[in-house]
T-cell receptor
Framework: ETGVTQSPTHLIKTRGQQVTLRCSSQSGHNTVSWYQQALGQGPQFIFQYYREEENGRGNFPPRFSGLQFPNYSSELNVNALELDDSALYLC????????????FGEGSRLTVL | GQSLEQPSEVTAVEGAIVQINCTYQTSGFYGLSWYQQHDGGAPTFLSYNALDGLEETGRFSSFLSRSDSYGYLLLQELQMKDSASYFCAVTGNNAGNMLTFGGGTRLMVKP
């Protein structure tokens, strides 16, 4: 186990609704990233937070937003949900060392109807 | 932009050796990582190569050729528990851990 915990594990929403996903980082890690993984595909980078500031963003619209708190836990918020947002959302914590090593949580499975 | 290509599926028998290739096109490159993901589970880190050559960790080895934009993951003495998806991922044009993942290779190990 990585020590990264995510909640909720599963949730169902309808189109147009908003969702907040939560993540607790592994102790000692100051960087948190969020990835979206559609079924049968690789994880896609959404954004990364370092010391409470967003320091990188992938090709996702502004309705995907996030926060990192002083204890390095994090939230991912998605507004105006669309059917294509149905996916596994993975949180990963790491040190900001650039050695390609991420510690992933088990993910939050979002279904949008 | 960045793109990574890896085979979608590989099948091998228990005890065999299998190699999963990954080619990448990136605007910048810091290193290549490999991750394993079992069905319903989280991706777990296997290895990282920043320099050319082979890195060995137990039954798993990873190779990188920066000049060829190519790497591979080598799994030896395959076990049934190695059945999983394997992803290569590039750390691109910055030193933070912002990874671009390939589409994954599903490895099936048969008795």
């Amino acid at each position: 186990e990585t020590g990264v915990t995510q909640s909720p594990t599963h949730l169902i929403k309808t189109r147009g609704q908003q969702v907040t996903l939560r993540c607790s980082s592994q102790s000692g890690h100051n960087t948190v990233s969020w990835y979206q993984q559609a079924l049968g595909q690789g994880p896609q980078f959404i954004f990364q937070y370092y010391r409470e500031e967003e320091n990188g963003r992938g090709n996702f619209p502004p309705r995907f937003s996030g926060l990192q708190f002083p204890n390095y836990s994090s939230e991912l918020n998605v507004n105006a949900l669309e059917l294509d947002d149905s996916a596994l959302y993975l949180c990963a914590s790491s040190l900001n060392s650039g050695r390609g090593e991420l510690f992933f949580g088990e993910g939050s499975r979002l279904t949008v109807l | 932009g960045q793109s990574l290509e890896q085979p979608s599926e590989v099948t091998a028998v228990e005890g065999a050796i299998v190699q999963i290739n990954c080619t990448y096109q990136t605007s910048g490159f810091y290193g290549l990582s490999w991750y394993q993901q079992h069905d319903g589970g989280a991706p777990t880190f296997l290895s990282y190569n920043a320099l050319d050559g082979l890195e060995e960790t137990g039954r798993f080895s990873s190779f990188l050729s920066r000049s060829d934009s190519y790497g591979y993951l080598l799994l030896q003495e395959l076990q049934m528990k190695d059945s999983a998806s394997y992803f290569c991922a590039v750390t691109g044009n910055n030193a933070g851990n912002m990874l671009t993942f390939g589409g994954g290779t599903r490895l099936m190990v048969k008795p």
